[in-house]
């Protein structure tokens, strides 16, 4: 990994480093709210050894993040209970978000083996805490034994990919025990105390909207790609019913599919979208198939986040859909796949979308008929 040339620090300066240190409050365990609270925006417009650190960064402030940086960083925070204002802290170390032209960001390695946005290691003196070849087909991703991980769903599974990036990276901070001592945990990303404070220095001031978002970095050998604007901050959605809905579904991500299930620790398709919208108030039919029978069709041209995306899936037809997710904008929608997938966000209706979801039949409005009460969240 690169390192920062540094000299040798006075007793004095290290202790007043580390009391630096100690006053930032919004990562003990219990208090990091504030990490999730900028609206700074999550739209996108197109996609064993510590990981490695890149150049040294600049200063936090006025720092720009590509849109579907953004976009990963606040569902993989989701979905990995990890703030994501700490994710982008990493990449900003690590890569600028991907905006770095170092050797190792978008092809091949550093100098010390490692790869991608948030330089993990792969070879080398950074060893293969990938685990896996930099990129490699989903269809083995069985056989890795590191944190290599397909977050977005997609046929290859690349390190220079941003979205499997940062899912690898929030994997290796839980794995080094992030939830219990975050310090740590970012410290066992790059073992140097410099870089724990800068990434905190970074999360803090992005979690104030210390940061502006620019059009989506370009990945050679990437492949997130999304189209509109990605919907996951709840005041963008059309009501607070809706921003009930979208944010249930966003807590079950990582859960495991179970045919039949409608949770707390398991769900199929139309058991997610159904407690999801339970959580708002607003009660749906329990199949795909009902619920495609029983509410207000909406044409494609006017889809909006919290819609139902509906499609023939190996139980149904175009009849009797049976496969359902929740839109949450930008093409993208929160579903419970198949057996052996987790609760994931997955694009509908491109070719590149998974097998079923190609072809969507139709899309229905879930809160259609409800009282002006519960859609703005004020009772029944």
Same mark, same amino acid.
């Given at each position: 990994?690169?390192?920062?040339?540094?000299?040798?620090?006075?007793? !004095?300066?290290?202790?007043?480093?580390?009391?630096?240190? $100690?006053?930032?409050?919004?990562?003990?365990?219990?208090?990091?709210? $504030?990490?999730?609270?900028?609206?700074?925006?999550?739209?996108?417009?197109?996609? !064993?050894?510590?990981?490695?650190?890149?150049?040294?960064?600049?200063?936090?402030?006025?720092?720009?993040?590509?849109?579907?940086?953004?976009?990963?960083?606040?569902?993989?925070?989701?979905? /990995?209970?990890?703030?994501?204002?700490?994710?982008?802290?990493?990449?900003?170390?690590?890569?600028?978000?991907?905006?770095?032209?170092?050797?190792?960001?978008?092809?091949?390695?550093?100098?010390?083996?490692?790869?991608?946005?948030?330089?993990?290691?792969?070879?080398?003196?950074?060893?293969?805490?990938?685990?896996?070849?930099?990129?490699?087909?989903?269809?083995? $991703?069985?056989?890795? +034994?590191?944190?290599?991980?397909?977050?977005?769903?997609?046929?290859?599974?690349?390190?220079?990919?941003?979205?499997? #990036?940062?899912?690898?990276?929030?994997?290796?901070?839980?794995?080094?025990?992030?939830?219990?001592?975050?310090?740590?945990?970012?410290?066992?990303?790059?073992?140097?105390?410099?870089?724990? +404070?800068?990434?905190?220095?970074?999360?803090?001031?992005?979690?104030?909207?210390?940061?502006?978002?620019?059009?989506?970095?370009?990945?050679? *050998?990437?492949?997130?790609?999304?189209?509109?604007?990605?919907?996951?901050?709840?005041?963008?959605?059309?009501?607070?019913?809706?921003?009930?809905?979208?944010?249930?579904?966003? +807590? +079950?991500?990582?859960?495991?599919?179970?045919? *039949?299930?409608?949770?707390?620790?398991?769900?199929?398709?139309?058991?997610?979208?159904?407690?999801?919208?339970?959580? #708002?108030?607003?009660?749906?039919?329990?199949?795909?198939?009902?619920?495609?029978?029983?509410?207000?069709?909406?044409?494609?041209?006017?889809?909006?986040?919290?819609?139902?995306?509906?499609?023939?899936?190996?139980?149904?037809?175009?009849? #009797?859909?049976?496969?359902?997710?929740?839109?949450?904008?930008?093409?993208?929608?929160?579903?419970?796949?198949?057996?052996?997938?987790?609760?994931?966000?997955?694009? /509908?209706?491109?070719?590149?979308?998974?097998?079923?979801?190609?072809?969507?039949?139709?899309?229905?409005?879930?809160?259609?008929?409800?009282?002006?009460?519960?859609?703005?969240?004020?009772? *029944?």
């Amino acid at each position: 990994m690169n390192r920062r040339v540094i000299g040798l620090l006075a007793v !004095g300066v290290a202790l007043m480093a580390m009391f630096g240190f $100690l006053a930032i409050p919004m990562l003990i365990a219990g208090e990091t709210s $504030l990490l999730f609270s900028s609206d700074g925006g999550t739209g996108c417009t197109s996609t !064993g050894n510590a990981p490695a650190a890149q150049q040294p960064a600049a200063s936090p402030a006025g720092k720009s993040i590509p849109s579907d940086y953004v976009t990963w960083y606040k569902k993989v925070g989701l979905q /990995y209970d990890i703030p994501w204002t700490v994710l982008a802290g990493i990449g900003t170390e690590e890569s600028d978000n991907g905006q770095s032209t170092l050797p190792g960001v978008t092809s091949g390695t550093n100098a010390f083996g490692a790869a991608g946005p948030m330089q993990i290691g792969v070879s080398g003196a950074s060893t293969d805490t990938w685990g896996a070849p930099p990129t490699f087909p989903a269809s083995e $991703l069985s056989q890795v +034994q590191g944190v290599a991980t397909d977050e977005d769903g997609l046929p290859t599974v690349s390190v220079y990919d941003p979205a499997d #990036a940062i899912a690898a990276a929030a994997k290796y901070l839980n794995e080094h025990g992030y939830q219990t001592d975050p310090q740590g945990a970012i410290f066992a990303y790059n073992h140097a105390d410099w870089y724990v +404070q800068d990434v905190l220095d970074f999360a803090s001031n992005y979690a104030t909207g210390g940061f502006t978002v620019t059009d989506s970095a370009q990945q050679p *050998g990437g492949s997130s790609t999304c189209a509109g604007n990605a919907v996951l901050d709840s005041q963008t959605v059309p009501n607070a019913a809706v921003a009930t809905a979208i944010s249930y579904a966003e +807590q +079950q991500l990582g859960k495991p599919y179970l045919w *039949g299930g409608t949770g707390p620790d398991a769900f199929d398709c139309s058991g997610l979208v159904m407690m999801a919208y339970r959580s #708002a108030g607003i009660y749906i039919d329990r199949t795909s198939q009902e619920q495609w029978a029983t509410q207000t069709r909406v044409p494609a041209s006017q889809v909006r986040p919290g819609d139902l995306v509906f499609f023939a899936g190996a139980d149904g037809t175009p009849a #009797a859909p049976g496969h359902v997710g929740l839109v949450i904008g930008g093409g993208k929608m929160i579903e419970a796949y198949a057996t052996g997938f987790p609760i994931r966000i997955s694009t /509908y209706g491109r070719p590149t979308s998974a097998p079923g979801d190609q072809t969507v039949v139709g899309f229905t409005d879930p809160w259609a008929g409800a009282s002006a009460s519960v859609l703005n969240g004020s009772g *029944g």
